[in-house]
């Protein structure tokens, strides 16, 4: 293969600027002045095979890509709790493909169902593609519970990109979301979890799991409906419409659904939160208590993660399933206009478009 120095040295500009390396730093990791790897970007020189191989690693892409004649793909991936999408896009930030298919969150389906569920679709996504040409990001629901972050890494790897990184889905949101603005995404789905940007600095608020979260998730709104169903059916609670509701959704009758709420996981049990909206349609009582709790739970939780930014107003990108219901926005959305000064939105698009900003961003192309 012909070696053309300009290409080589834009190549290695931009991989050394994704990862936040001066030339002093970069020579400094791999045994070499500054001067030299000023040599070797203006195109007046070029490393060893040795030293290439070293840079590559250090900057964490392929070495074949340092060399490559430009072809550059993007890669960015979402995996949800419910389902996994893939965009594909060029230089250009055109779309070339898209691709949707089953979850993939490692703590629920485990990590070696969820790594055989991202290899079968990013060769779909990539077919015809060289894996070396593509520079990918992974936001993936689990991807940083325990040693999922890590275990992902590895697999992703062996699979040869150009670069990459993996995440939690998050941070596609944020992306999608705000961008580079300070603010907060607040997701409102099978899981409730709250990030704040603030200079380029991320923290989580909440969304510790369905274990140890208290409200403003469909798993909670379920869990709380499914109590109400069963304190109605032994008597220690008030009657309510949820029972019909619940009967509606699931028709075994009270002893089968214990045994399908326990066995069937947190997307089932979250499955019972319309239950809550439609008794609420229906004028219940007990079902508005339980909206009005997991809205409570979910502003305060907003409130306190407000008090941490200092503009005004406030950007809040909402996103999750639950945008999708009236009954839960409007009743979030008002209590939150009435304590704060915020702007709301909900996210406008697919969080798989984040994913792929931050392809772009890793491969030194930033946002479009």
Known sequence: ?????????????????????????????????????????????????????????LLRVNAETLLSDGKRYFLG??????????????????????????ACNPVDIGIENATVILREAIFEICRGIRLSEVTMFAGIAGGTSGKTREQLHAFFSELGFAQFENDSDNQNIIAAGLGTRDGMTVILGTGFCIYTQRSGVRKRISGWGYLLDDGGSGYNLGRDALHAYFAAYDGTGEKTLLAEEIDRIYAGGADALIAYAYSAGKRAVASFAPA??????????????????????????????????????????????????????????????????????????EPVQGALMLARRLGGVGDE
Request: proline share 3%; hydrophobic share 40%; glycine share 10%.
């Open 1 to 57: 293969m012909k070696i053309d120095l300009q290409r080589f040295a834009r190549n290695l500009r931009n991989a050394r600027n994704a990862q936040g390396l001066t030339q002093r730093e970069l020579g400094e990791r791999i045994g070499f002045s500054e001067k030299t790897v000023s040599k070797w970007e203006c195109g007046a020189a070029l490393p060893d095979v040795g030293t290439l191989f070293s840079i590559a690693e």
């Open 276 to 349: 809550v909206f439609a008794a609420c349609a229906r004028g219940d009582a007990v079902a508005r208590a339980i909206l009005e709790r997991n809205v409570h739970v979910a502003a305060d939780l907003i409130g306190r993660a407000a008090a941490t930014l200092t503009c005004e107003p406030i950007p809040v990108v909402l996103a999750g399933g639950l945008t999708g219901v009236p009954q839960m926005m409007d009743a979030l959305c008002d209590r939150l206009r009435k304590s704060g000064s915020y702007q709301l939105g909900i996210l406008q698009c």
């Open 77 to 102: 991936i979402d995996g949800g709790g419910t389902k996994t999408d893939l965009a594909l896009a060029d230089t250009g930030g055109t779309i070339l493909r898209t691709h949707r298919t089953s």
